[in-house]
């Protein structure tokens, strides 16, 4: 029988409700993560899109970032959207970083002022090989340069919007934000592959 999988969402600020309702939908529990006992017995964790200031002010005042860190680098499946994405970072351009986890480096609000917001289909092989997913991207950053152990997933424009390494997963866009779940779906199989 297949073990039902508990995902966590990072529940400080930001589009953590919308992850949660994408995930309920695909029939996958989930827990709000606001303290470090919320990450007992988790298969995965998502740290939403929002503004990463806030998210990462919350996280340090709530002495966060290490047992978030610990869990991460032990091989705990991680997802961020957009800020979550810049949370992960271990280079954020002009700033300190937060969790430090992934190596690239993040530009913030890349896409400036005048094109804040946009939707966009893209074909991304590693989770579709045949079909484009559309993407939707709120003051987005991207990623300007990614380690050697960083496997690129997508890029737009020349820049790269979507990443991994090992465990952690990250996408500048939002597909909490649509009712396409194939982003979702590559995640919980990277959990499943890991609770095996
Ligand atoms: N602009 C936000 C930041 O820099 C990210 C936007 C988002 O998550 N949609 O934190």
């Known amino acids: 029988m297949e073990k039902t999988l508990t995902i966590g969402v990072l529940a400080m600020q930001g589009g953590f409700r919308e992850h949660i ?30 503004e990463s200031t806030a998210i990462g002010k919350l996280l340090r005042e709530t002495d966060l970032i290490k047992p978030l860190r610990q869990k991460i680098t032990a091989g705990l499946p991680t997802w961020g959207t957009c800020a979550g994405l810049i949370l992960l970072a271990n280079e954020i351009e002009a700033e300190t970083p937060y969790l430090d986890v992934i190596d690239i480096i993040v530009r913030r609000n890349a896409y400036g002022r005048q094109i804040d917001s946009f939707r966009t289909d893209l074909l991304i092989p590693e989770i579709d090989p045949q079909n484009k997913i559309p993407l939707v991207f709120i003051r987005a950053p991207f990623i300007t340069g990614a380690g050697s152990k960083v496997k690129i ?7 790269i919007i979507a990443a991994r390494q090992n465990n952690i997963l990250v996408t500048s866009f939002h597909p909490e934000l649509t009712d396409d779940f194939r982003v979702h779906k590559y995640f919980l199989q990277i959990c499943r592959k890991a609770v095996e």
């Open 153 to 159: 997933l997508a890029t737009y424009n020349g820049r």
């Open 21 to 50: 309702a994408s995930l309920t939908k695909l029939g996958v529990k989930t827990k709000r993560v606001r303290e470090a006992k919320d990450l007992q017995n988790l298969a995965g964790l998502i740290i939403p899109g929002g």
